[in-house]
């Protein structure tokens, strides 16, 4: 077996002991962290979509008053 195919097995065989061993320790069924994960996702798309909507009035807002103090000067 070649030094490269021996650090790749190794790697391969780490990444499976590390998903056997967070499979063992979860605290939650799959089930149940998918349903939060959904949930928190919810909120940072709804956070978003809230933030981004403030943004162009903002914007908006901005570009109004710089057209009004343009067709003043």
């Known amino acids: 077996m070649s030094t ?4 790749v097995v190794g790697i391969l ?12 320790v979860a605290p939650e069924k799959g089930s149940d ?7 928190t996702a919810g909120g ?8 981004w909507a403030r943004g162009k009035e ?5 570009a109004s008053t710089l057209k009004a103090k343009a067709s003043q000067s």
Do not use: E, Q
């Open 33 to 39: 962290m998918r349903k939060k994960l959904r949930k």
């Open 44 to 51: 940072w798309v709804d956070s978003l979509g809230n933030l």
């Open 13 to 24: 065989g780490a990444a499976a002991a590390g998903v056997a061993i967070g499979l063992l």
């Open 58 to 62: 903002y914007a908006s807002d901005g």
């Open 4 to 7: 490269t195919s021996k650090i």
